[in-house]
């Protein structure tokens, strides 16, 4: 029996029949808004209610571990071992969600009523996290029901509070390294590049926060009596700004222009094809040596999040005393995150700008991570893909986004190897959030593939073009 493809035409059945669709709709009724307080039972219900039962079924023992985090959900980890010397795969999925904000949602959609619409599945959770991971499952369950195992080990490590920072990640990788010990990382989160191609990337961009304050005095003044007296901080605050970035927003702090742009990296970002973000890009924006894929995927980006002076929504005839913008650096492999802030302040006080003061965000900050381009699971997991999906798959040395993947590459010591179900487009984190169902029923098929090849390869591990 030739099992790949057997594998392959039955998760293509459990799409079709609507199985796939079934299943996402008990996911996202579940409102699991995890920057919600008071949501908690919630969270829980989504594991015991969406994941442990299917685990269950599929022959893995699960086990729910202590966050160590007051504030964090608890983790499940559920573990499917069948012979010590195959390989074995750890992966990884969350199941919470942001808020989902129902009264901004187009007319006949929900956040947590699943709705089939336009090729579209609408429902917060949809593309992040409760569809994509929901992909990967039900790969494992095809491949389980056509030959009765895996023919791998397989651990998952499940939360629910990635929405808020991922509390207790770290520490749990940290306790349970050794039960956490895999020969390979493979998960599923963010977008493609193409709604059409499927898109593998290595690593994440990390990612700080930080405020920048000018605090000069208590209260506001009259603008007329005061005016040219007083130093305004709004004003200072914006010109500490421009010497951050230039006019188009190319980064001016030295230690942030980073010098890990190698030539195997322009070269795999200059084979991909054009961002598709559903709306325009700014091709005007941004480091002027670069393409538009080597500025958000190989180079470091600022942005100021939001600014605040006097009061924004009903301003009045005064000088304030207080001016705060809040931003955010997000950085590839090569910079060094310590000196991230350090090097601002050095910036700040070069060009006369003392009085502005820095203050880092306490608790959301990613690492930078990326996987060597020639690692041999790579290969593999391109190989695997290509040939399911028929062509290359696009590939990344980091996501332009933050994960905590760094849990996994370094704490882990694995190498990673995130397959994305999702696109640019898919309205995450915002209003009208959906997955495109052509894109899942071809992810669904490719994981297929993938988990039938890595069974294929057995505990021999041979790369896919050596079996041939």
């Known amino acids: 029996m030739d099992i790949h493809k057997a594998a392959r035409e039955l998760s293509a059945l459990s799409f079709d029949t609507g199985q796939f669709q079934s299943d996402l709709a008990d996911m996202v009724v579940v409102p699991s808004e995890s920057q919600d307080a008071a949501a908690s039972e919630h969270l829980q219900n989504y594991v015991d209610r969406c994941i442990v039962p299917r685990l269950t079924q599929m022959g893995f023992a699960c086990e729910f571990l202590e966050n160590l985090k007051p504030e ?27 808020s989902g904000h129902s009264d901004q949602w187009a007319k006949g959609l929900s956040p947590f009523t699943l709705v089939d619409k336009d090729d579209r599945f609408y429902g917060r959770g949809s593309a992040d996290n409760k569809g994509q991971h929901l992909i990967n499952l039900m790969a494992l369950s095809s491949l389980l029901k056509v030959q009765g195992k895996l023919g791998f080990n397989f651990k998952l490590l499940f939360e629910m509070g ?19 010990s895999a020969d390979v990382f493979i998960a599923s989160d963010g977008p493609r590049i193409s709604p059409d191609t499927p898109t593998i990337f290595t690593g994440t961009r990390g990612g700080i926060n930080f405020d920048l304050v000018v605090n000069l005095r208590d209260g506001a003044h009259h603008s007329g009596n005061f005016g040219g007296l007083l130093a305004d901080p709004a004003q200072i605050l914006a010109h500490a700004l421009a010497v951050i970035t230039d006019v188009r927003g190319q980064i001016k702090v030295p230690e942030w222009r980073p010098d890990s742009l190698k030539p195997e990296i322009r070269a795999v970002l200059a ?57 955010q650096l997000r950085f590839v492999v090569g910079t060094d995150p310590g000196d991230i802030v ?4 050095r910036h700040l006080d070069i060009h006369g700008f003392s009085q502005v003061e820095v203050v880092q965000a306490e608790g959301n900050s990613f690492p930078a991570t990326r996987l060597e381009l020639n690692h041999p699971w790579l290969s593999f997991v391109i190989a695997s893909i290509e040939k399911t999906y028929g062509a290359t798959p696009d590939l990344l ?66 790369l896919i073009e050596e079996s041939k």
């Open 72 to 98: 964090g959900a608890p983790f499940l980890l559920a573990e499917r071992i069948e012979a010590a010397d195959l390989p074995t795969v750890l992966s990884y999925g969350h199941g919470d969600v942001v």
């Open 162 to 180: 990635e929405e808020i920072g991922s509390p207790g990640l770290k520490e749990i990788c940290q306790t349970h390294k050794i039960r956490l």
């Open 271 to 327: 084979a991909l094809q054009p961002i598709d973000a559903g709306f325009p890009l700014d091709a005007e924006w941004g480091e002027v040596s670069l393409t538009m894929a080597e500025r958000v995927f190989g180079w470091n980006s600022f942005a100021v999040l939001a600014m605040k002076s006097g009061n924004p929504t009903a301003p009045v005839n005064a000088i304030s005393g207080y001016a705060k913008a809040s931003c």
């Open 342 to 345: 350090p090097a601002l302040r």
């Open 397 to 462: 040395p980091n996501l332009g986004g933050s994960l905590p993947n760094d849990c996994f590459a370094e704490v882990l010591g694995l190498p990673t190897i995130w397959i994305p179900h999702s696109y640019a487009g898919c309205c995450q984190h915002a209003p009208n959030e959906h997955m495109l169902k052509p894109l899942a029923r071809q992810a669904l098929l490719c994981m297929t593939g993938l988990f039938a090849d890595i069974a294929l390869a057995g505990a021999k591990f041979e």
